[in-house]
Nanobody, 125 residues
């Protein structure tokens, strides 16, 4: 399984970015998510999508971030709006080897078996 992220970059506070994660060797019906790591901090789950397409978000991004997937392209997306400087981090795409139901645990690192290399997001004030 290979996960390749793209779409990161630098943006001013209040701006938007759309991250993409192209998956190969993977089945779309599995669970996928986005996890970020800011400098000096632990990784934290941002958003996830379960096998049935339902989604969950960290409280800090609810209402501003949207996770979605393109089944045909086996691609995961993260639309990030109203970005704040505290969103500055490396964003990782992650995938689970098995199907799953929606749950809070999908925002934990241990939920995932495969990881991308990450894409940097920098938000300036």
């Amino acid at each position: 399984v290979q996960l390749v992220e793209s779409g990161g970059g630098s943006v001013q506070s209040g701006g938007s970015l759309r991250l993409s994660c192209a998956a190969s060797g993977y089945t779309y019906s599995r669970c996928m998510g986005w996890v970020r790591q800011a400098p000096g901090k632990e990784r934290e789950g941002v958003a996830a999508i379960a096998s049935d397409g339902t989604t969950t978000y960290a409280d800090s991004v609810k209402g501003r971030f949207t996770v979605s997937r393109d089944i045909g392209k086996i691609t995961l997306y993260l639309q990030m709006n109203s970005l704040k400087p505290e969103a500055t981090a490396m964003y990782y795409c992650a995938a689970r080897a098995q199907d799953c139901r929606l749950g809070w645990w999908l925002l934990r690192q241990y939920a995932y078996d495969y990881w991308g290399q990450g894409t940097q997001v920098t938000v300036s004030s």
